[in-house]
């Protein structure tokens, strides 16, 4: 099984649902994040935790919010998709320290219409 | 906060040596530098990094410029495998702030 799962792996919805991509991990790390994939654009920072009570915005956290419902589990909502916000997004998590490598998920692609 | 550029593709053939270039002209003196490759249809995942000396590991070797300005991710010699987009993206764990640039797709050519 993979140590960081994402779920879903491929959703198309319409412009206005609220989405939830969820993010679950073994790896036993506290920090956590999810980044967006654009062609072209490469991978931007949404959100990132470094634990349940700690929650923090990334590069491009508008339209975007995030729940940390337990040290392994991390949750990116868009309240009212749009369809500027079709694109792939990564859940990742790293360990403690300031070299801490990150360990991505398999991607979840999301598109509006 | 830290700006990260790559070029946007490079080709290479099998069997040579590929240097990969990335500019992080804001980079601060506590941030690291970091490597990620992307293999169609996965995420990415970890090569190599460094903060200030050249790193070498089984998968690839990082110089770092001296002012920290820019570095380069060396494959020794690429084969059809290493064909993938490579990410370089610097900055502190502790922060939170790890910012990557655009990736360079690479094409290996037999």
């Known amino acids: 099984d993979a140590d960081v799962t994402q779920t879903p792996r491929n959703r198309i919805t319409k412009t206005g649902k609220r989405i939830m991509l969820e993010c679950s991990q073994t790896?036993?790390?506290?920090?956590m994040y999810w980044y967006r994939q654009d062609p072209g654009l490469g991978l931007r920072l949404i959100y990132y935790s470094f634990d349940v009570k700690d929650i923090n915005k990334g590069e491009i956290s508008d339209g975007y919010s995030v729940s940390r419902q337990a040290q392994a589990k991390f949750s990116l909502s868009l309240e009212s998709a749009i369809p500027n916000q079709t694109a792939l997004y990564f859940c990742?998590?790293?360990?403690?320290?300031?070299?801490?490598?990150?360990?991505f998920g398999e991607g979840s692609r999301l598109t509006v219409l | 906060d830290a700006k990260t550029t790559q070029p946007n593709s490079m080709e290479s053939n099998e069997e040579e040596p590929v240097h990969l270039p990335c500019n992080h002209s804001t980079i601060s003196g506590t941030d690291y530098i970091h490597w990620y490759r992307q293999l169609p249809s996965q995420g990415p995942e970890y090569v190599i990094h460094g903060l200030t000396s050249n790193v070498n590991n089984r998968m690839a070797s990082l110089a770092i410029a001296e002012d920290r300005k820019s570095s380069t991710l060396i494959l020794h010699r690429a084969t059809l495998r290493d064909a993938a987009v490579y990410y370089c993206m610097s900055g502190s764990s502790n922060t939170g702030k790890l910012i990557f640039g655009q990736g360079t797709t690479l094409q290996v050519k037999p």
């Open positions: 990742a998590t790293s360990g403690q320290g300031n070299t801490g490598e990150l360990f």
């Open positions: 790896k036993g790390h506290d920090r």
